[in-house]
Each structure stands twice: as structure tokens, then as C-alpha cells.
């Protein structure tokens, strides 16, 4: 059951990481208008069973207006609200109190942080931490993620013996899938009969984007909002049925790629990593349910 909208309130960001899920960049376009989101609300009103959102990017603390303007409708329609940022603006713990203030007075209830080597500069202190010290002084939940550079550790006793373990905790798709690869050891692809990340029968959160893509992965459509009215693509849903969805569903990427008879690398460092590759191949025959280009690494839409 569907209870939660993730918002890309926009593709742009700060920086460029080399493990964004969706090339995020100072350029990248794509960013909600004030009538766009409340049109957004507008639709998730008639969804019953959302229960919350999230606002996340790209980084959503450049357009704090827009933030603040997000959090306002979250708090009208009874809504618990999160949001996902970089923590660029927390040059400092005092500074960090008065960007949250405003958020925490329209009820933001959960702050996730990133926190690592993609997001600090070495020798520096950490913005999050600076964030994280505001946040608990105000009496809001805050926690960090920590993604690090992929690294291949030595196998444990619960694995197969010689079988590769990659650490960092990177999701191989978006810019990770294009610049993170490198000479990483690579699983025979029919293995992968599973996505290991998402319910794709029965989601329980997608994320949107300002061009009305409802993504149930990033890059990954269930429709577009623009066009058919939320409600109706959730309640019409049905991911066995769906173009994209269903293959993984019944066999993971590997079943995705077998489906459409894809013509692919016999290895991959993991599941997401032959996803993203076969979708990459399927994008011009199924637009409407693989898009948009901000997350195969193209700037515009």
C-alpha cells in the first residue's frame, strides 16, 4: 500500500557525486514550481493511505522557499514530513539552528544527513555533524548516511568461499553505475534474479519529480502525474502487468534482460548495476515507463 511521496524537489545540487542516483549537479535541470507542488498536493489528498512525504533532491536546501512552501502543505494535509540533504548550509552549529528552526516550527519530524567522503572535504569538519548538534538541540530526530567509495573486503564464513564481498555501501546505477565501476570484481548477470531494494508489486513509497514522473526506482516509472491523475495510476497498478516491473518482479535483472532478449556484458558488479544497464538499453522502446534523462546522465528532459 502506498503510503509515502519521496520529492525530487529538484535535480540540482551542490555537487556531482560520483554515486548520486540521479547525476545531481549545479546544472542539472529540473526543479518544481510553487504551483507544481501544490498541484502535487492536490493529487496526494486524493490518495487515502499516503501518510507521509519527504523532500529530498538533488539538494533540496536550495530552494528553501520552496522548502518551506512544501513543508506548509505537508502541515495542512496532516502530514508527517522528512527531508534528505547534503547539510551544505550547516557551515556551523548556530547557523545550522536557523535554517531548521523555520522547518521544525511547520513540523519537520525526520532529517537525514549525508555524511562521508563524497560530501566532506578532508581536514574539514563535517556540515552534517554541524547539523546534526542544531537538530538535537531543537528536539528534532536527526541521523546521517554514510556511503563510501567502493572497496572489495575479504570474503566471511557466512559467504561462499572466494566469493567477492564490495563495501562502501554504493548502489551501482545513476552516475555510480558510469564512474564508481572501475575494476571491481563482476557476478555472472543471470545470477541476479532479484532486485534486492524495492517492492515493485506493492510499493509502498515512490518518489515524483517537477515533469510529473513518478518513479517507483529512480529512472523507473509507474506514469506520469502531468498526465493521469495519481490516484488512478495507484489505484490502476498492477506491477506484474507493467512493462519494466514485471520481468523484475518474476526474475530481477536478470529476468529484465532475458525478457527483451538484451544483448549485455556477461558480468555485473551488482543488481543494480545490470538494471540500470538493461533499462539504459530499453529507454527508446518503453519512454513512458523509463525516464527521465536526468537519471541516465543527460541534462535536460
Known amino acids: 500500500m502506498l503510503n509515502g511521496i519521496h520529492f525530487l524537489l529538484t535535480y540540482r545540487c551542490t555537487s556531482a557525486c560520483e554515486h548520486c542516483f540521479v547525476f545531481g549537479s549545479p546544472e542539472a ?46 502541515k495542512g494535509r496532516k502530514l508527517s514530513a522528512g527531508i534528505v540533504s547534503n547539510a551544505y548550509w550547516a557551515t556551523d552549529p548556530e547557523s545550522a539552528e536557523l535554517w531548521l528552526k523555520p522547518l521544525i516550527d511547520l513540523g519537520l519530524s525526520d532529517l537525514g544527513l549525508s555524511d562521508d567522503a563524497f560530501h566532506t572535504s578532508e581536514g574539514k569538519p563535517s556540515p552534517a555533524q554541524h547539523a546534526v548538534a542544531a537538530a538535537q538541540k531543537l528536539g528534532l530526530n536527526a541521523y ?60 509502498s513509497r515512490v518518489h515524483v519529480d517537477a515533469f510529473g514522473n513518478v518513479h517507483l526506482c529512480q529512472g523507473l516509472l509507474m506514469g506520469n502525474m502531468w498526465q493521469t491523475p495519481l490516484s488512478e495510476l495507484v489505484k490502476n497498478f498492477k506491477g506484474k502487468a507493467h512493462q519494466i516491473a514485471g520481468p523484475l518482479i518474476e526474475g530481477g535483472p536478470a529476468g529484465l534482460a532475458a525478457r527483451y532478449g538484451l544483448e549485455l556484458a556477461a558480468g555485473h558488479v ?32
Open 29 to 74: 535541470e529540473g526543479t518544481f514550481s510553487v504551483a507544481q507542488l501544490r498541484a502535487a498536493f492536490e493529487q496526494i489528498a486524493e490518495v487515502e493511505s499516503i501518510e507521509n512525504v519527504y523532500f529530498e533532491g538533488g539538494e533540496p536546501f536550495l530552494y528553501y522557499p520552496l522548502l518551506l512552501e512544501g513543508m506548509k502543505l505537508a
Open 144 to 203: 546521517t548516511m554514510c556511503i563510501e567509495k567502493p572497496t572489495v573486503k575479504i570474503s566471511d564464513s557466512a559467504r561462499k568461499k572466494g566469493e567477492p564481498i564490495i563495501g562502501g555501501g554504493v548502489r551501482f546505477r545513476g552516475r555510480a553505475a558510469e564512474c564508481l565501476l572501475g575494476d571491481l570484481p563482476r557476478k555472472d548477470s543471470k545470477s541476479f534474479r532479484e532486485c534486492p531494494d524495492e517492492d515493485l508489486k506493492n510499493p
Open 270 to 301: 551488482d543488481a543494480c548495476h545490470l538494471c540500470y544497464e538493461a533499462r539504459k538499453k530499453l529507454k527508446g522502446r518503453f519512454p513512458e515507463y523509463l525516464g527521465p534523462r536526468q537519471c541516465t546522465g543527460n541534462r535536460a528532459d
